[in-house]
């Protein structure tokens, strides 16, 4: 007899499947050396090091958001329970009210009256204001006291992410300086002069900025709404956080479906030529000459058209999304996986000829053996460079899809849903803009931390690409 | 010393590892000082330091380098720039690499005459042209227009060298001039180089790590190791006497005729930035006593001779022939009962498709009616030029080429699809390069074992038990095996891809250029491995390879190949010291030598012609000097003389 | 030469002939001509007689492949497949969902596409090549660094960005440029200066940064140094060796892209409002105009096809060890 009913979707179960075969692909890593090197690699560029925080600080918000459940309805009888249609997430759980602490319409960021006029009754007669808000600066008397407000809560927030942040580097001193046996001034002074063999500065640098953001955004959003109300009158900064776990989810599954097609025709075309090389490059430069966004377009409308042509299929609003944004990432896959097959039939093609191939072909070594032992593994980094890179790339067509009318369901928390409901609203006098400045800097953060982030992965790992600094 | 060139105290680091360190030697001008040493003991970047190229992260970081004159270490930028091809020129080891693939031969010459003697337009390209022809170009008009694409490797060497020349050096640099050619193009580019210098009274800095070059090209030698300069002098008193323990170890090291085991030294050269304390050969050396590895040696002086060691002149006097040749059981014994291997008339055509269909206008004739037979435990050595085809008769014996025609048997049953599997376990085949033949993301265990699983050879306790067998056997550590290969050295990774080729048990092993790769000390060691295993376990091998000393210290039968047919085979001994056919006179007079006094041999004109498109009759006439009408038109028969088969009208007697 | 044309051209048939197969396939039977009433009637519960009389008035009431009912060569030519799809072939795309003859659009709209898209290309490439060799040319440096920084940067932002971002900034603050429309002949200089400028913009970072690598790769390659070993200078160096080599990459790279310039730029052309086949292709998407999406689909793949056989023309061309034969 639970008071909530766990949910998981269709994009759950895969992005949990995915966090297992990344944990796994660790722990694998972990344990050979010449695996392990190209990591220690990336650890040690500060610019990765940074962005891998900023990263993991975006992925455990879209993991925390993708523990799905419903609750169970206040009056259902005990013995046969009902539960809501409304699907929430841990992450709901967690940033509470921000969720329903919704408004009337649009407002700016940290106002305290709506952006529209309306008629208000005062003294018995109909004036037109500005009305106040029901949530944001609702503690306050007057306008008077909003910024003197404002203003003691990002002190108190830059207060406490500070003293987290030192919390947290003493805490990762104490424990380095033990593991080195060194003492604490020696520690420090190694790490104030970058002596440590990893960016230490760097790491500590980014861990209070982020603290710090944190605190700063838990103080304001306790009595404004930080970045404004949207046209429905929703907390623009908790649609913001929403739409993280869209963008990884999209960023990552998209690849996972790429994957097997790339690897496999891949190295099948490679390494077999002949006629298997022949229909592989047949099939991939038809799916080449057909434009991009049209492939997709025509593969989204007819999802569309199979999903509301039976209804029946899905008890709720968020499966239904859910499956819509697990068709796009699917579609997204099939059309997308022939730059990365290319490229690995071209690196499959050099390889075949090398002498170690030989050699295990002159002991009779049967094909998917030497493709498995001797091919894959070396062309395993392309793969590993090809998922950094082409991540961020796919977090930025989703925005541009979803303005196409071929992105994620209307319905559905999403950078490109924000932009694309707020891009008319520019017309307005005077203008919205807080709408589209917060799924554009989320996106900017995400997409340059990922950037980042791949250039340390493509640099240690294939460091013929990334040319010498 | 009437000093052209004088480099006092050079020292050069890279990404702050020390690679040249304290290197003092001159060259005078019409000299030709050779600079010898094993890869990465700092020559080259010596090279490039005088020139002021050094690499990315390279730094020059002391020392005086004077050319006349001149301080080249504190010339302006601009002004090092009108030394750099013009005082000085330079030629480096891979003219494929080294030409611009996108620039006619033509512009590329024209630049620095442009440069240097400010010559433009019509007066460039007569230059262009009267340089190409001084390097023996043929046409040179015409390949003023060719791309480096579509010349071939010895042609873009003298269009390297032409370029070099345009700006009339008081000194020329030579990087290895000859590594990546055939060696009888090495010849003909070597005695260029020598009536270059001769004539135009240039120093020459010669780089190598060739003792023949060195003894038919240098007046004066230097002997670098790990960064440090530790013998020099003259020529002729080198060759007599070497000092310099390592420099001894040079040569007892190089395989020579009536030699028996090759004098081997066990570790590598230290690498840059973990140099040891005092003497840097001490670790290596058989004569170092304490003081080595605590005190730097000094220059001693013995005669023209200079040399870097504690012992300078005490060592005992240089024995040159010194291991008397041991009784070659192998060797003596006649090749007796049926031949382990035995190939007839096998052939290997590739297809070339052209045209709007892609239909086949004609074959690349690779391997074009080789028959050959090797017997248990004696050595067949395939010896030919590259793209002769020899490692694609290597191949074809494996099945990783497929035949077009002939029969490969096997202790007399002949290979076809039915037994190749097993017949596999009697071949294995050993590598050129000991970089691309192991993969690096295998542990040296998995290596090992992956013949044995593949063909199921005894059961998982057996096939350990036979890993650390095979380790010992091939002389690694017995925790090699839990390693990967990037862990190893050349020679070690070498001495692995033995180890792999033996894990099933072969009878016969192909070698294809195993050594190639490999520095004079490493090769000595990969030699002496394979002359064991075979006195060990009764190994056939076929041998493949350019070397003809090598050929020497380690075959019993021989057999040339020429553009896809075998020429001259017969006993190795007899056929090295006599050979019949003019191709294998050319090859064995092109070798060059460490005792001789140079004579003055038959070199051998023009390149080898395209597979493609072979002459025809016989397919060495237009290169060789008793060609007749015969030979124009049709492709000799074998002529038997005893043990040996020529294939040549000229040996048969038929040109008269 | 002319047989390899020829020859690549035939190759392309089959190509084609894929790429009008799966669209038949993702447009009639995967989704057949039913559930396309459907989304076009619109309401949830329509009479079956609508959905025929729909089908009906548009050409879709015949047979898929074959028609059982009819004799002689109408068994396959009185089919969907026949009408609808292999007409292609032939360039005759039919009319759209709104009565207008696709191919006449695609003939007027072909210009004002080309009118933003072809400066963005010609203006971007030069624009790219320039940055990167500024880089490489200081690389090493801080320059460099925070060149490629820049450069990354500049492509983490999103497209719609640049956009939203100019127009909102040039055009309707500071009043520098019409916010969006067209104009034809030389009227249109001021319409199509604020798409080409955001189009530069938002490419450049992606552009610069990967021919940064392209030339950095071919300064470390052997016949550099023998370039600096004749006495040349640096500048000399980066400007006839590096750049030589280097273009054949960025050349041919970037001809596969030239003739599906025509298509236009969905995104930058609706925003714009510019009257060319980028908003034609968009506004076919979202009114589920499918015989429009058909057509452009055909039109892009055949235009892929040609940017291919162009590339293989401009290797021989800027590559001499490139020879067709």
């Known amino acids: 007899m639970s008071a909530i009913q766990p949910v998981i979707l269709w994009t759950d179960a895969l992005v949990f499947v995915l966090v297992a075969a990344g944990v796994a692909l660790t722990l694998y890593i972990r344990r050979h050396a010449h695996l392990r090197a190209p990591w220690g690699e990336v650890a040690r560029r500060p610019m990765a090091a940074g962005a891998a925080l900023v990263l993991l600080a975006f992925v455990t918000v879209g993991l925390l958001d993708s523990l799905h459940y419903r609750e169970r309805l206040p009056d259902s009888p005990p013995d046969k329970p009902q539960y809501s249609v409304e699907v929430l997430s841990a992450f709901d759980a967690l940033v509470g009210t921000l969720r329903t602490r919704q408004e009337k319409t649009y407002s700016a960021p940290l106002a305290m009256h709506l952006y529209a006029k309306e008629f208000v009754e005062r003294d018995g007669a109909a004036v037109r204001v500005y009305p106040r808000l029901k949530y944001g600066g609702a503690h306050l008397a007057d306008e008077a006291g909003r910024m003197p407000d404002i203003a003691r809560r990002v002190m108190l927030g830059i207060a406490q992410g500070v003293s987290v942040a030192f919390l947290v580097f003493g805490a990762l001193a104490a424990w380095q300086a033990a593991r080195r046996k060194q003492r604490y001034g020696e520690w420090l002074a190694d790490w104030g002069q970058g002596r440590l063999g990893w960016p230490g500065r760097t790491v500590v640098l980014v861990v209070a900025l982020l603290a710090t953001t944190v605190a700063v955004l838990l103080h304001l959003a306790a009595g404004y709404h930080v970045l404004g109300t949207d046209k429905v009158g929703q907390d623009v900064l908790y649609i913001s956080l929403k739409s993280i776990r869209t963008g990884l989810v999209i960023g990552t599954l998209t690849t996972l479906v790429t994957l097997p097609l790339a690897i496999g025709l891949g190295i099948a075309a490679g390494y077999f030529r002949g006629w298997v090389d022949d229909v592989i490059q047949y099939v991939y430069t038809v799916l080449n000459s057909i434009p991009g966004v049209l492939l997709i377009a025509a593969a989204v409308l007819i999802v569309q058209v199979y999903i509301e042509s039976r209804p029946e299929l899905f008890d709720t609003a968020a499966a239904r999304a859910d499956i819509r944004l697990l068709a796009l990432c699917l579609i997204m896959g099939v059309t997308s996986w022939t730059s990365l097959a290319r490229l690995l039939r071209g690196e499959s093609l050099k390889l075949r000829t090398l002498d170690y191939v030989e050699a295990a072909r002159a002991f009779g070594v049967s094909h998917t053996r030497i493709i498995g032992r001797h091919i894959f593994p070396n062309v395993f980094h392309l793969v590993l460079i090809a998922i950094v890179i082409d991540f961020s790339g796919l977090v930025l067509a989703e925005a541009v899809l979803s303005y196409v009318g071929v992105g994620v369901d209307p319905t559905m928390y999403s950078w490109g849903n924000m932009i694309n409901g707020a891009r008319l609203e520019l017309a307005r006098e005077p203008v919205v803009w807080w709408q589209l400045g917060a799924a554009f800097v989320f996106m900017f953060a995400l997409v340059l931390a990922a950037n980042l982030f791949a250039d340390g992965v493509r640099d240690a790992f294939d460091p013929r690409m990334g040319g010498r600094r | 010393m009437s000093g052209l060139l004088r480099v006092e105290n050079l020292a050069v680091e890279i990404d702050g590892a020390r690679v040249v360190d304290g290197v003092t030697f001159g060259v005078a001008a019409g000299e030709t000082y050779a600079l010898l040493g094993e890869s990465g003991c700092g020559k080259s970047m010596t090279a490039l330091a005088l020139m002021r190229l050094l690499p990315d992260g390279g730094q020059l970081v002391s020392g005086t380098i004077r050319l006349g004159d001149t301080d080249v270490r504190t010339l302006s930028e601009r002004n090092m720039r009108t030394v750099r091809g013009g005082r000085m020129g330079m030629i480096f080891q891979e003219p494929m690499l080294a030409l611009n693939p996108v620039l006619k031969v033509g512009y590329q010459i024209g630049e620095a005459l442009t440069l240097h003697r400010g010559l433009t337009g019509l007066a460039a390209q007569e230059a262009a042209r009267a340089l190409l022809d001084a390097v023996g170009v043929p046409d040179p008009a015409r390949r003023l227009d060719s791309y480096p694409f579509e010349l071939s490797g010895g042609l873009r060497q003298r269009a390297m060298i032409a370029m070099a020349l345009a700006g009339e050096p008081d000194l020329l640099i030579a990087d290895e001039p000859t590594t990546a050619l055939d060696v009888t193009i090495q010849a003909q580019v070597l005695d260029l180089l020598r009536s270059l210098r001769s004539a135009r009274g240039m120093g020459m800095l010669l780089i190598t790590h060739d003792l023949g070059v060195v003894a038919e090209n240098a007046d004066r030698v230097g002997v670098m190791y790990a960064g440090e300069l530790i013998e020099e002098g003259a020529r002729t008193d080198f060759f007599a006497a070497p000092q310099h323990p390592y420099s001894r170890m040079l040569f007892a090291a190089l395989p020579q005729p009536g030699r028996g085991r090759l004098a081997t030294l066990a570790g590598q050269v230290p690498r840059p930035g973990e140099m040891p304390h005092g003497c840097r050969f001490a670790a290596r050396c058989p004569h170092a006593v304490q003081r080595c590895r605590l005190e730097s040696p000094d220059w001693q002086t013995l005669g023209t001779q200079r040399v870097r060691c504690h012992f300078a002149g005490q060592l005992d006097g240089h024995s040159r022939p010194a291991v008397p040749a041991e009784a070659d059981v192998a060797r003596a014994g006649e090749s007796a009962e049926t031949p382990l291997l035995a190939v007839d008339d096998l052939k290997v055509h590739f297809q070339i498709r052209r045209g709007f269909i892609q239909r086949t206008v004609g074959h690349v004739r690779a391997v074009d009616g080789v028959s050959l037979a090797v017997s248990a435990g004696r050595t067949l050595a395939l010896v030919g030029e590259s793209g002769c085809g020899k490692t694609t008769v290597g191949k074809a014996l494996l099945d990783l080429v497929v035949p077009t025609a002939g029969s490969i048997r096997f202790g007399g049953e002949t290979l076809a699809a039915g037994n190749l599997a097993r017949l596999r376990r009697q071949a294995q085949m050993v590598f050129q390069d000991p970089f691309g033949s192991l993969n690096p993301r295998m542990r040296v265990a998995d290596i090992l074992l992956e013949g044995m699983e593949a063909l199921e050879v005894g059961d998982a306790a057996q096939r350990r038990e036979a890993v650390a067998h095979l380790l010992r056997q091939v002389g690694l550590p017995d925790d090699a095996g839990e390693r990967y290969p990037h862990a190893f050295s050349g020679g070690q990774r070498q001495r692995i891809a033995i180890a792999r080729a033996l894990a099933v048990s072969p009878r016969l092993m192909i070698c294809d250029e195993p050594t190639s790769a490999l520095d004079v000390s490493v090769q000595a060691q990969i030699l002496n491995l394979l002359k064991d295993l075979q006195a060990e376990l009764g190994l056939a091998y076929l041998f493949i390879t350019h070397n003809l000393a090598v050929v020497d210290y380690l075959a019993h039968e021989i057999a040339v190949m020429y553009l896809g047919r075998i020429v001259e085979s017969g006993p190795a001994a007899e056929v090295l010291r006599a050979p019949r056919h003019p191709y294998a006179q050319a090859l064995v007079a092109a070798i060059p030598r460490i005792d001789a006094a140079a004579p003055a041999r038959p070199r051998l004109a023009g390149d080898q012609p395209s597979p493609l498109d072979p002459p025809a009759g016989c397919h060495f006439h237009p290169r060789c000097p008793h060609a007749g009408d015969v030979c124009r038109q049709r492709y000799p028969e074998e002529t038997h003389l005893g043990d040996r088969i020529v294939r040549c009208h000229w040996v048969a007697g038929v040109t008269g | ?325």
């Open chain 3, 1 to 325: 030469m002319f047989a390899y044309i020829l020859r690549r051209v035939l190759y392309a048939i089959p190509i084609l002939v894929g790429v009008n197969l799966l669209t038949f396939l993702l447009f009639f039977v995967v989704n057949t001509p039913d559930d396309m009433a459907r989304l076009q009637l619109g309401a949830k519960h329509v009479t079956q007689e609508a959905i025929e009389r729909w089908k009906v008035e548009h050409g879709y009431d015949k047979p898929l492949l074959l028609n059982h009912q009819a004799t002689g060569a109408a068994r396959f030519t009185d089919t969907i497949y026949f009408r609808h799809s292999a007409t292609m072939f032939a360039f005759e795309f039919g009319k759209g969902d709104d009565g207008r003859d696709i191919g006449n659009e695609i003939r007027t709209r072909m210009l004002p596409s080309l009118a933003i898209a072809l400066p963005v290309f010609v203006i971007g490439l030069l624009a790219n090549i320039s940055f990167a060799l500024l880089m490489v040319f200081f690389r090493s440096t801080y320059l460099d660094l925070w060149g490629v920084v820049l450069c990354v940067v500049l492509m983490s932002i999103s497209g719609l960005f640049y956009i939203i971002a100019g127009q909102y900034f040039i055009a309707k603050l500071w009043n520098l440029l019409p916010i969006s429309g067209f104009a034809a002949g030389l009227d249109a200089f001021k319409f199509v200066l604020l798409p080409v400028l955001v189009g530069l913009v938002s490419g450049i970072g992606s552009g610069a940064r990967w021919y940064r690598t392209i030339f950095l790769e071919e300064i470390g390659k052997d016949y550099v140094r023998t370039a600096r070993a004749k006495g040349l200078s640096e500048t000399r160096v980066l400007f006839t060796h590096v750049l030589k080599n280097g273009m054949i990459p960025i050349l041919t790279g970037a001809v596969v892209v030239l003739p599906l310039l025509f298509m236009g730029s969905l995104i930058t052309e609706s925003f714009f409002g510019i009257p060319g086949l980028g908003s034609y292709t968009i506004d076919a998407i979202q009114a589920q105009d499918f015989p429009v999406v058909r057509a452009m689909v055909f039109l892009g793949a055949v235009l892929y096809i040609v940017g291919l056989i162009l590339t293989d023309i401009s290797y021989s061309w800027v590559d001499p060890r490139v020879r067709l034969q």
